[in-house]
């Protein structure tokens, strides 16, 4: 079990230091040779299996998206290892960001398997909500999206953005900061989703500010041209381990290489 202290800096960050940060991460991504692309990739992937199962299962689509969202964190985790790497020596290796899990596997897996509950969870309650709620039949995504919004359907539009704000709040609340406290020191899962949620609390715009350019960056991939997440992705990860080094003091932050 860990002992660390979750002391915080008394100041919180501003929202302005939120695009500061996320500069630093494009320039980290640059200054990583793009190797984050390689888990981009699977971003990429994972948007084309939702597309290509909305044929069969158009119900899912929506509960899928909100998946997509909610195992960011977990499946970003070796772009916040090559992050950390690059920090510790200005070297990196996509090899060992690949097991970078392993060295607090168990917390890590923990903390996976609660995004995993969640996701399933919302893909349940999101299949439900359309069969309460919708009144067209969907026969592509374009088509969905179009009739969705309508007017005609804007008692589920509401219904469904309230129950999905839920669910993506809490995750959010639970994630800001803990996977790369995970992979940076000896933390437990709890400890991680405490900081995280300390983190939310003291830092309410800046937050709210950085989880608006996460689904703008994420969302208009998704929406506009699938293969930018082979950018954005990673952008979204090196950003990511930015506030975590932000938000964490650096006098707590791990120093040895994993």
Same mark, same amino acid.
């Given at each position: 079990?860990?002992?660390?202290?979750?002391?915080?800096?008394?100041?919180?960050?501003?929202?302005?230091?939120?695009?500061?940060?996320?500069?630093?991460?494009?320039?980290?991504?640059?200054?990583?040779?793009?190797?984050?692309v390689v888990y981009g990739l699977l971003f990429v992937l994972m948007g084309q299996a939702i597309f290509s199962m909305y044929a069969n299962i158009w119900q899912m689509t929506m509960g899928l998206t909100a998946g997509f969202f909610l195992m960011g964190p977990f499946v970003c985790c070796g772009i916040y290892d090559l992050s950390r790497q690059y920090d510790l020596s200005g070297q990196i290796s996509i090899r060992q960001s690949l097991k970078?899990?392993?060295?607090?596997?168990?917390?890590?897996?923990?903390?996976?398997?609660?995004?995993?509950?969640?996701?399933?969870?919302?893909?349940?309650v999101s299949v439900v909500l359309f069969a309460l709620f919708a009144t067209h039949d969907y026969v592509d995504v374009t088509g969905m999206l179009m009739k969705i919004t309508s007017v005609s359907n804007l008692p589920f539009l509401m219904v469904w953005t309230g129950v999905g704000f839920v669910f993506a709040s809490l995750v959010f609340a639970i994630?800001?900061?803990?996977?790369?406290m995970m992979l940076d020191r000896d933390a437990d899962t709890i400890e991680a989703i405490a900081?995280?949620?300390?983190?939310?609390?003291?830092?309410?715009?800046?937050?709210?500010?950085?989880?608006?350019?996460?689904?703008?960056?994420?969302?208009?991939?998704? !929406?506009?041209?699938?293969?930018?997440?082979?950018?954005?992705?990673?952008?979204?990860?090196?950003?990511?381990?930015? !506030?975590?080094?932000?938000? !964490?003091?650096?006098?707590?932050?791990?120093t040895e290489p994993g």
């Open positions: 079990m860990s002992t660390l202290s979750l002391a915080f800096p008394a100041a919180p960050l501003p929202p302005s230091a939120v695009v500061g940060l996320l500069a630093d991460g494009a320039r980290e991504m640059r200054a990583t040779r793009f190797a984050g970078s899990w392993s060295r607090n596997w168990k917390s890590i897996a923990f903390f996976a398997a609660i995004l995993t509950f969640l996701m399933i969870v919302w893909a349940r994630s800001v900061v803990s996977m790369p900081a995280s949620a300390i983190a939310l609390w003291q830092n309410p715009a800046a937050m709210l500010t950085w989880a608006v350019l996460i689904a703008l960056l994420i969302g208009a991939s998704l !929406v506009l041209f699938l293969p930018a997440l082979a950018i954005t992705a990673p952008l979204v990860g090196h950003t990511t381990w930015k !506030v975590y080094k932000a938000l !964490v003091p650096p006098s707590q932050a791990s």
